[in-house]
């Protein structure tokens, strides 16, 4: 027993003279977005991949040809208000109704001031004058 004591306290003796080498601690990161490896970008977009916790569902042709009309029909009344508000023939206020929302407009000082209602809550818009 006592030769294992001084076994080990010789091998201590021998690491402790050994020379120690050290370096600083350096930290960077790894995500390409926060100044990473770009290498890196094709890991972390799969990983993002594999997480997602829905499944985008298909539309039939019918849901999508109704989804377009809408957004179409819309953009075309979005245009006639532009052009009710801000054409050639343009009044300086004025109010109608698109659907259950209620448009009104006023010009204030050659600004516009729009207001939007639909019911639930209102929307001011104020164009500045050009």
Not at 2 to 22: E, G, K, N
Not at 112 to 125: F, Q, R, Y
């Amino acid at each position: 027993m006592r030769f294992m004591t001084i076994a080990a306290i010789a091998a201590t003796a021998v690491f402790a003279a050994l020379p120690v080498h050290s370096s600083d601690q350096t930290f960077s990161f790894n995500h390409p977005s926060f100044g990473g490896s770009g290498l890196n970008s094709a890991y972390y977009l799969s990983l993002l991949e594999s997480q997602k916790q829905f499944e985008e569902e298909e539309k039939t042709s019918l849901e999508q040809f109704s989804e377009d009309l809408e957004r179409r029909i819309l953009s075309t009344l979005a245009s006639d208000v532009v052009e009710q508000i801000f054409g050639e023939d343009a009044s300086a206020d004025g109010s109608f109704t698109v659907g259950g929302l209620d448009v009104t407009y006023e010009t204030v000082g050659g600004d516009v001031h729009i207001t939007l209602t639909d019911g639930i809550g209102t929307t001011e818009i104020i164009v500045p004058e050009l």
